[in-house]
């Protein structure tokens, strides 16, 4: 699995590059939707990759080689989680040192509900994907990450997101990424086929 992961963190490294200019723009920007919608745009990283292995038949070449679905399936989740830790941290660490120039904080904790937030997204998002393709499943997925983004950054800065996520909130969150986590790899592996 570590060679799949190689390979779409090669076919990924110009989206790579945007997303660490995206993080720096919004990170020094601070606020819930900017924190949020920066770590779950990085759970899309994953589609780039299906669409490009999908676009040059790599499932094909794939099948005829010593990789079962599940390590095709869970290269991508893998690489969803990396790119959202990358988010995360990259985040983290601009805003702390942003916050000595500018009237943002750095805020971990809301960082790290994003990163729950878009484990949720690419939960939900990856089996349709696998599932339709992603020229069919482009618009549901759009539509959920957006979406998630949007309505966690309302949500957490009409809440006044500074005094929660709530060690409570952090459970739930948690559990809910773990439990769709563990019923969307085995809906990928079962919806996954070679195009």
Not at 17 to 27: S, T, W
Not at 72 to 101: D, E, H, N, P
Not at 180 to 185: E, K, M, R
């Amino acid at each position: 699995m570590k060679a799949l992961i190689r390979k779409d963190a090669y076919v990924l490294w110009k989206q790579v590059k945007l997303l660490f200019i995206g993080v720096l723009f919004m990170a020094t920007l601070g606020g819930a939707f900017n924190s949020i919608f920066i770590v779950v745009w990085s759970s899309m990283l994953p589609y780039t990759a299906i669409a490009y292995d999908e676009r040059s038949h790599w499932d094909q070449l794939a099948a005829m080689m010593p990789y079962t679905k599940r390590d095709l399936v869970l290269s991508k989740y893998v690489m969803g989680w990396a790119c959202m830790s990358i988010s995360v941290a990259l985040s983290l660490v601009i805003q702390t040192a942003a916050s000595r120039f500018m009237d943002i904080s750095a805020d971990p904790k809301l960082l790290i509900m994003s990163f729950f937030m878009g484990t949720l997204a690419l939960d939900i998002t990856l089996p349709l994907v696998f599932c339709l393709g992603v020229e069919k499943g482009r618009l549901v997925f759009m539509a959920v990450i957006f979406g998630t983004a949007i309505l966690g950054g309302i949500v957490l800065e009409a809440a006044g997101y500074v005094q929660i996520p709530s060690l409570p909130g952090f459970g739930i969150a948690a559990a809910a990424a773990v439990i769709a986590t563990a019923v969307s790899i085995p809906l990928s592996m079962k919806l996954y086929h070679v195009k």
